[in-house]
């Protein structure tokens, strides 16, 4: 229904449906079609008939919907380990914590003028 409203819908219509057959059904023209050629239902027919797209039941796709978030968990988990602890450089300092660097930074500075002087 989708790939014939898509071949019969303005270019703006056309590119609403492509987004939703990427989006809702992870399927992209592009994979099957030809570059310049339109990807309509007897596209899509020939694609089936040729075994190139299965059509897949509702218990299939909600397991492999169930896999692939177990599997971004996973590799989130994965993701959040390899990160570095956070080190004394990445800490915000407070405005307190601001002045009194800056003090001590000030005092260097005036001691190692000081020293130049001498």
């Not at 229904?1 to 592009?30: D, P, W, Y």
């Not at 796709?61 to 989130?76: G, N, T, V, Y």
């Not at 930074?105 to 003028?113: G, N, Q, R, T």
Request: proline fraction near 2%.
């Amino acid at each position: 229904m989708l790939l014939g409203r898509k071949c019969a819908g303005t270019r703006f219509q056309q590119k609403q449906i492509r987004h939703q057959l990427r989006v809702n059904f992870e399927f992209n023209i592009s994979d099957f079609g030809e570059q310049g050629k339109a990807f309509g239902p007897e596209e899509l027919d020939r694609c089936v008939e040729r075994g190139i797209i299965k059509i897949l039941d509702d218990a299939t796709i909600a397991a492999m919907k169930e896999k692939r978030e177990r599997d971004r968990q996973r590799d989130l988990e994965a993701q959040a380990a390899q990160l570095p602890a956070e080190s004394e450089s990445d800490h915000v300092l407070s405005d307190e914590e601001a002045e009194a660097v800056w003090k001590q930074a000030l005092a260097e500075w005036e001691a190692w003028e000081n020293e130049q002087k001498q």
